[in-house]
């Protein structure tokens, strides 16, 4: 698979969509929005100290968070909003990116992690078969 160059890709047009989308073939899952605000139906996730809402019900893959002071997510994801991508193979797609998350698995069958692009928080997501050594 070609190796994603940022200095290499030529510029975007209006009228094109993204190279994630149509180079890589990344497919778009979901769009996370940090929050102050406590809304319906939030979940808490005690190991990162948020909470999240809205993703199973918002037709267009809104996810709020909220986090706790002591909340030990990456402040990059706390402050700003990200995209998330599903991708066919999480490793070859982590290559030469830069990291701010260890891949992890939130829930059966998904493997995730983070990486920055110009200061912002992008996530990207392997669905399917988890590696039983990620937690």
Same mark, same amino acid.
């Given at each position: 698979m070609?190796q994603?160059?940022e200095?290499?890709?030529?510029k975007?047009?209006d009228?094109?969509?993204?190279?994630?989308?149509?180079?890589?073939?990344?497919s778009?899952?979901?769009t996370g929005?940090p929050?102050?605000?406590?809304?319906?139906n &939030?979940?808490?996730?005690? %190991?990162?100290k948020?909470?999240v809402?809205?993703f199973?019900?918002s037709?267009?893959? /809104? *996810?709020?968070?909220?986090?706790e002071?002591?909340?030990?997510?990456h402040p990059?994801?706390?402050?700003f909003?990200h995209?998330?991508?599903v991708?066919?193979?999480?490793?070859e797609?982590?290559?030469?990116?830069?990291?701010?998350t &260890?891949?992890?698995?939130? %829930?059966?069958?998904i493997?995730?992690?983070?990486?920055?692009?110009n200061?912002?928080p /992008? *996530?990207?997501m392997?669905?399917?078969?988890?590696?039983?050594?990620?937690?």
């Amino acid at each position: 698979m070609r190796q994603f160059q940022e200095n290499k890709i030529p510029k975007r047009e209006d009228h094109e969509l993204p190279y994630a989308t149509t180079r890589l073939k990344w497919s778009y899952h979901h769009t996370g929005i940090p929050t102050n605000v406590t809304r319906e139906n &939030e979940t808490y996730i005690a %190991s990162l100290k948020m909470y999240v809402s809205g993703f199973e019900s918002s037709p267009y893959g /809104i *996810e709020w968070m909220r986090f706790e002071d002591d909340s030990p997510v990456h402040p990059l994801i706390q402050r700003f909003p990200h995209v998330a991508f599903v991708v066919d193979n999480l490793q070859e797609a982590l290559a030469g990116k830069d990291m701010i998350t &260890e891949v992890t698995s939130p %829930s059966e069958n998904i493997k995730v992690a983070m990486i920055q692009h110009n200061g912002v928080p /992008i *996530e990207l997501m392997e669905i399917g078969d988890n590696d039983p050594d990620i937690k």
